[in-house]
């Protein structure tokens, strides 16, 4: 379980006098054994909020409950001791050049100080865990970045974690690599029970593995839940960022926004315009998805002949549970501009590496 209460964070500004307000007020509840994604614009907090969750920042005030301890109350001791219970995984992976995968592995097992018979048992059965047990003596640089990453992740495991933050942990991955580590991380879940708390700019790499999302801008969340509350919210900003409703432009007529979920088929909606009201119904953009296991879609109806009948027809509709509304013509909602966007390459977490945390015997 992870728990943010009204979390602030402020940073001197780097290059000019002030400060800069990195989060501003986040509260946050994350439950055992969720999967959950932190999205947001580049520069909006995610990766402070990560950093505080394992204490590698201090917040400025609010407090940080990992597993039912406040870590905000733990002197460096105590926080060194918590944070064996929180794995770590980065966008550049940071492993060691000089070691093999074995070695990586076995690394922070070394640090505790845990017997070389037990680290090699542990190391075996972590390489197998994700899938790499072939590759043992390989280097980095002889591995693709998706079995870097695997061992990152193999890593970050032996210290038996309860908790695992993965901060862009896909994001230089391609496609195929990324859909391989994220079915891993999945189960790596279901098998041993964690919690996950996933930093990413990708909406496709929510729709495919999270429980529940929060949609961060300029250090606040301003957006959140699980997603299936979220998508069933037509004015939600996360829910118009994880499945965007086709653009408007260019389209006349009345238009009616339809969003389409498991427990609101499409079918009542078109039948009524169509067949009771016999308005003529084209179907001009819309796609459904796939999110956290349920159907979810929108359709962007352009309907003619109305005389007076939509507006109350539309009313019934939603009354009865449908989520229906009429779109202006022109974009009715703000795109995503999350999955195409290219993000800025980061500075490898060098600083992160060498304060990652150590892991029981
Ligand atoms: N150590 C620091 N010193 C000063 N400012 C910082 C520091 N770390 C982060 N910031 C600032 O805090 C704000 C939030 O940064 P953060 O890295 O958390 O955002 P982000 O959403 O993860 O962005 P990105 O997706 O680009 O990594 C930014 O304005 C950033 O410049």
Redesign the pocket.
């Known amino acids: 379980m992870i728990e943010l209460s009204d979390v602030r964070k402020v ?4 290059r000019t006098a002030g400060e ?1 307000v ?1 989060l501003d007020g986040v509260s946050l509840s994350v439950a055992r054994g969720e999967f959950a994604g932190v999205v ?10 990560a950093r505080l969750v394992n204490l590698l920042e201090r917040p400025t005030s609010g407090t940080v409950t990992v597993d039912g301890r406040v870590l905000t109350d733990l002197d460096a001791a105590g926080v060194r001791e918590a944070r064996r219970s929180i794995g770590m995984i980065f966008q550049h992976f940071n492993l060691l050049d000089s070691r093999t995968a074995a070695g990586n592995v076995e690394h922070p097992l070394e640090l505790a100080g845990v017997g070389r018979t037990e680290r090699r048992r542990r190391v075996a059965d972590l390489l197998d865990l994700v899938g790499l047990a072939d590759r043992h003596a390989s280097r980095p640089a002889q591995l693709s970045g998706g079995q870097k990453q695997r061992v990152a992740i193999a890593r970050a495991l032996a210290a038996r974690p309860s908790v695992l933050l993965c901060d862009e942990a896909t994001s230089a991955l391609d496609p195929a690599s990324t859909t391989g580590v994220l079915e891993l991380l999945r189960q790596v879940r279901a098998e041993l029970g964690l919690t996950v708390l996933l ?1 990413t ?1 990708e909406m496709s790499v929510v729709r495919a593995v999270c429980d529940s999302a929060v949609l ?1 801008s300029e ?1 606040r969340v301003v957006d959140g839940g699980p997603l299936a509350e979220v998508l069933a919210r037509p004015d939600s900003a996360l829910a118009a960022q994880l499945v965007p409703a086709p653009a408007g432009s260019g389209v006349g007529g009345d238009l009616v926004l339809v969003t389409v979920t498991d427990a609101t088929p499409h079918g009542a909606v078109l039948q009524t315009l169509t067949a009771e009201l016999g308005l003529s119904v084209e179907v001009v953009g819309g796609s459904v998805e796939t999110v956290a296991g349920r159907r979810f879609g929108r359709l962007l109806l352009r309907v003619e002949g109305d005389d007076g009948r939509l507006d109350p027809a539309l009313a019934r509709l939603r009354a009865g549970g449908a989520l229906v509304e009429r779109a202006a013509a022109g974009d009715p909602r703000p795109q995503s501009d999350a999955d195409d966007t290219p ?2 390459d ?1 500075e490898p977490d060098v600083q992160r590496l060498a304060d990652a945390p150590d892991v029981q015997r």
Do not use: D, E, N, W
């Not at 940073?11 to 780097?14: D, N």
């Open positions: 940073f001197p500004a780097r800069v990195a947001g614009p580049s520069g909006s907090g995610k990766s402070t909020l930093i700019h961060m250090g993000r800025p980061r």
